[in-house]
């Protein structure tokens, strides 16, 4: 949240998104999901397996986790704050991929769907060949035309982020970005902060790095969305205030 438009109380924020409420710096209530998205449905089975619940030690970051996921697609007993205790994470509890993590004892997964990213293999495998045809085909014609595409998850938002930056010399880094959403919005882009200074002028924080209307207005970045809960525009208009500020969002590392 700016600090030119309201010093943040220093008492725990609230978030609320989507009629969920969070408390802490670190927000409990978040959307973003752990993993890969699923592929296509394949047709029914003549089957069934039924899942069954292995236990795990220890689990490797992939793009775009964060606690909460983990903790939620593990079934870890004591969540998120489990696992940050038992790997001395604290605030901020940056992660990033190819870390591994220990985990608490007890905790379980389901084979059929330990990961997103296992799910989305099985499904993928099983699709039907005209789908796969289908998009192989839009693939290469994608690969073709230079499109580049992201990840609709934390990680691809913050990818696509900083290639609006570079093209507008806007300076930043993933883990700048990262360390600051999380602390911000626990990675939720609809995240919205009802009860401090700035809402009570009826300016409240909003999206993924809290930021108030006038300053996203202030420093929007043109080719992106005027929606102040679009991932994209909110990073980059954030990290532009952020800029002409603090020089780089990677030297903001409290309310801002």
Partial sequence: MPLHAAIRSTRTR????GGAVALGSFALACTVGLGTAHAADAAPATTVTKAQSTARTAYTVQSGDHLIAIARTLNVPGGWQAIASANNLSSPYTIYPGQVLKLP?????????SSASSSSASKAATASKASTSSSSSASTSASSSGVKTYANNLDGWIKESLDVMAK????????GIYRNVIRES??????INLWDSNAAKGIPSKGLLQVIQPTFNAYHVSGTSWDIYDPIANITAACNYAYHRYGSIDNVNGPY
């Fill in 14 to 17: 609230r978030l609320r998104a």
């Fill in 105 to 113: 004892a007890g905790t379980t997964a389901k084979t059929a769907s």
């Fill in 168 to 175: 507008h010399n806007i300076p930043g880094s993933y883990n």
């Fill in 186 to 191: 626990s990675g939720n882009p609809k995240a």
